[in-house]
């Protein structure tokens, strides 16, 4: 029997007309909520679950006039104080909403560590590996404004505005139900403790496909800055952090003195059911930092800086045997001093003798033309990765910017020139972008009639000239050291860019290549143009 015949039979059969019309109230109610709960949009479900959880840091359930402030119908189960007064006084209570609701997105209450981190004091946790020197502390900590690491997303990461984390305080017990969101989202608040006791949250870095990220103080190495991955409570996502923590371990202890520009595992542990690990702190991302300097390019020492660390990486790498399989400016940070990189976010990696065939490997604008023809890919990935990073740490302009794989051949063969037709033979995609005769065709939809419209394009020769593009993007007047070494790196570009993974330029070659071998004669720095 529903809610509402059980209502119904109640009050038909109650002799109190008072409670018969107080349950047909009740129906209405009921029958209003279910309509809204229907016609709820996700950002007012949203701006509702927002209101619950200020109101569960004040121990008081959200006003309506506070809901429909942030964009949301009232919640279906708060009422006014004398409305519960009325109901508390009533002969018999009214049977509640059956109504299953999401749960809404609140902080666990705060838990009782004091005994753990005594103890925890009594002997100093070791990390797995070397130990980062502490690190100075941050004044301000809450931070306004992060990147939001997306994986495999079509464009570049968008900045995003994100809400400072909330103090801890006495929560409404009745709503601490549920530590992650629905999307498995581990759900923290400002002075959390985890491992422990040890790590102390005080600030929110962000979120991306695979995990969130928490910024926090090490109670037992001096309160040194330290860098949580979250990652998400699903079967998926374990795995693929598991995996990554083993490639990190690889990493590391391939690394002892920590100078392979690879980001350091300080430790990991298990929280609430999610895999957590623990980074060095690093200050911003590639993409971050050019935006921060106008969008316009960094000069040419310092992208001859960074290409040579990041080199130094991509040895590290292969000397391990790992593909990174997600090099892009967002997964790559820089120190304070804006000197030193570091290559990070290894979720996408995976030891060279388990790269399989897929065509959405590495996010777009990095990704190399093999994994789109269905080639079986390798350490040369990478390579084409740092190099279309290192044309836009320059220039401020992503190289290829397609739509999809199809659009992105092509841009790549406007530059490069038209593949060998030996090497689209092999092939496993080159169906969806050449005819039978290995002529390239560009896959549009026709915007009138919704029909796939197909141009076929030859690329006789390369209609895009790289090393025009990056002396456009030079400041005038450029001091003659400085153009040799953009004449430079349009070389090695076109090198690192080989359209034949086999002939693209390796590790060691690069690193003895003019423009990284030869000082510009004054030390690298950063700065704008």
Same mark, same amino acid.
């Given at each position: 029997?529903?809610?509402?015949d059980?209502?119904?039979?109640?009050? @038909?059969?109650?002799?109190?007309?008072?409670?018969?019309?107080? =349950?047909?109230?009740?129906?209405?109610?009921?029958?209003?909520?279910?309509?809204?709960?229907?016609?709820?949009?996700?950002?007012?479900?949203?701006?509702?679950?927002?209101?619950?959880?200020?109101?569960?840091?004040?121990?008081?359930?959200?006003?309506?006039r506070?809901m429909?402030?942030?964009?949301?119908?009232?919640?279906?189960?708060?009422?006014k104080?004398?409305?519960?007064?009325?109901?508390?006084?009533?002969?018999?209570?009214? $049977?509640m909403?059956?109504?299953k609701?999401? #749960?809404?997105?609140?902080?666990p209450?705060?838990?009782?560590?004091?005994?753990?981190?005594?103890?925890a004091?009594?002997?100093r946790?070791?990390?797995?590996?070397?130990?980062?020197?502490?690190q100075?502390e941050?004044?301000?900590?809450n =931070?306004?404004?992060?990147?939001?690491?997306?994986?495999?997303?079509? @464009?570049?990461? %968008?900045?995003?505005?994100?809400? $400072?984390?909330?103090?801890?305080?006495?929560?409404?017990?009745?709503?601490?139900?549920? +530590?992650?969101?629905?999307?498995?989202?581990y759900?923290?608040?400002?002075?959390?403790?985890?491992?422990?006791?040890? +790590?102390k949250?005080?600030?929110?870095?962000?979120?991306?496909?695979?995990? @969130? =990220?928490?910024?926090?103080?090490?109670?037992?190495?001096g309160?040194?800055?330290?860098?949580? *991955?979250?990652?998400?409570?699903?079967?998926?996502?374990? /795995? #693929?952090?598991?995996?990554?923590?083993? &490639? !990190? /371990?690889?990493?590391?202890?391939?690394?002892?003195?920590?100078?392979?520009?690879c980001?350091?595992?300080?430790s990991?542990f298990?929280?609430r059911?999610?895999?957590?690990?623990v980074?060095? $702190?690093?200050?911003?991302?590639?993409?971050?930092?050019?935006?921060?300097?106008?969008?316009?390019?960094?000069?040419?020492? #310092?992208?001859?800086?960074?290409?040579?660390?990041?080199?130094?990486?991509? /040895?590290?790498?292969?000397?391990c045997?790992?593909?990174?399989?997600?090099i892009k400016?967002?997964?790559?940070?820089?120190?304070?001093?804006? *000197?030193? =990189?570091?290559?990070?976010?290894?979720? @996408?990696?995976?030891?060279?003798?388990?790269?399989?065939?897929t065509?959405?490997?590495?996010?777009?604008?990095?990704?190399?033309p093999?994994?789109?023809?269905?080639?079986?890919?390798?350490?040369?990935?990478?390579?084409?990765?740092?190099?279309?990073?290192?044309?836009?740490?320059?220039?401020?302009? &992503?190289?290829?910017?397609?739509?999809?794989?199809?659009?992105? !051949? +092509?841009? &790549?063969?406007?530059?490069?020139?038209?593949?060998?037709?030996?090497?689209?033979?092999?092939?496993?995609?080159?169906?969806?972008?050449?005819n039978?005769?290995?002529?390239?065709?560009?896959?549009?939809?026709?915007?009138?009639?919704?029909?796939?419209?197909?141009?076929?394009?030859?690329?006789?020769?390369?209609?895009?000239?790289l090393?025009?593009?990056?002396?456009?993007?030079?400041?005038?007047?450029?001091?003659?050291?400085?153009? *040799? *070494?953009?004449?430079?790196? #349009?070389?090695?570009?076109?090198?690192?860019?080989h359209?034949?993974?086999?002939?693209?330029? %390796?590790?060691?070659?690069? !690193?003895?290549? $003019?423009f990284?071998r030869e000082e510009?004669?004054?030390?690298?720095?950063?700065?704008s143009?």
């Amino acid at each position: 029997m529903s809610l509402s015949d059980l209502l119904t039979e109640e009050a @038909s059969s109650a002799e109190d007309l008072e409670y018969q019309r107080r =349950v047909e109230e009740e129906l209405r109610r009921l029958e209003e909520e279910q309509r809204r709960a229907q016609e709820e949009t996700p950002e007012a479900r949203r701006a509702r679950r927002l209101a619950m959880l200020a109101a569960a840091q004040a121990n008081k359930a959200p006003t309506q006039r506070e809901m429909e402030m942030n964009g949301a119908a009232p919640h279906n189960g708060v009422k006014k104080e004398e409305e519960a007064q009325k109901d508390a006084a009533a002969a018999a209570p009214v $049977p509640m909403s059956d109504e299953k609701e999401a #749960a809404p997105v609140v902080a666990p209450a705060p838990h009782n560590y004091h005994s753990e981190v005594e103890k925890a004091k009594d002997e100093r946790p070791a990390d797995d590996f070397v130990e980062a020197a502490p690190q100075p502390e941050v004044k301000n900590a809450n =931070v306004t404004a992060k990147v939001e690491y997306d994986m495999f997303s079509d @464009s570049p990461s %968008k900045l995003i505005a994100l809400a $400072p984390v909330q103090a801890t305080g006495d929560a409404n017990s009745n709503l601490v139900d549920n +530590y992650d969101d629905s999307e498995g989202y581990y759900f923290f608040r400002l002075g959390d403790l985890l491992d422990n006791g040890r +790590y102390k949250v005080f600030a929110n870095s962000g979120r991306g496909v695979f995990s @969130s =990220v928490m910024r926090v103080k090490d109670t037992a190495c001096g309160d040194r800055e330290l860098v949580v *991955k979250v990652i998400r409570n699903n079967d998926t996502m374990r /795995k #693929a952090g598991l995996k990554e923590l083993e &490639i !990190l /371990k690889k990493l590391a202890m391939e690394d002892t003195q920590n100078k392979r520009n690879c980001v350091r595992l300080i430790s990991h542990f298990e929280h609430r059911n999610h895999l957590c690990l623990v980074f060095e $702190p690093l200050h911003v991302n590639l993409r971050q930092m050019v935006r921060k300097f106008g969008g316009h390019g960094l000069d040419i020492t #310092a992208v001859r800086s960074y290409a040579k660390q990041l080199l130094n990486a991509l /040895k590290h790498l292969q000397k391990c045997g790992v593909v990174h399989g997600d090099i892009k400016p967002d997964n790559i940070l820089v120190d304070e001093n804006w *000197k030193k =990189v570091k290559l990070c976010d290894f979720g @996408s990696a995976a030891y060279e003798h388990e790269c399989e065939i897929t065509p959405y490997l590495v996010s777009r604008f990095y990704r190399a033309p093999e994994i789109m023809l269905g080639l079986r890919y390798s350490y040369p990935i990478d390579m084409w990765s740092v190099g279309c990073v290192l044309f836009e740490l320059y220039t401020g302009k &992503i190289l290829f910017s397609g739509a999809d794989n199809n659009e992105m !051949l +092509y841009q &790549i063969q406007e530059i490069k020139g038209r593949f060998p037709v030996k090497l689209i033979r092999q092939g496993q995609f080159v169906t969806k972008h050449f005819n039978q005769d290995f002529v390239f065709e560009l896959r549009k939809i026709d915007k009138i009639t919704g029909q796939e419209i197909r141009e076929q394009h030859r690329f006789e020769r390369p209609s895009r000239d790289l090393k025009a593009m990056l002396l456009a993007a030079s400041p005038p007047n450029l001091e003659p050291a400085k153009l *040799k *070494k953009v004449h430079q790196l #349009a070389d090695l570009l076109h090198q690192m860019l080989h359209l034949n993974p086999e002939q693209r330029i %390796k590790v060691d070659a690069a !690193l003895k290549h $003019p423009f990284i071998r030869e000082e510009i004669g004054t030390d690298p720095q950063q700065q704008s143009r």
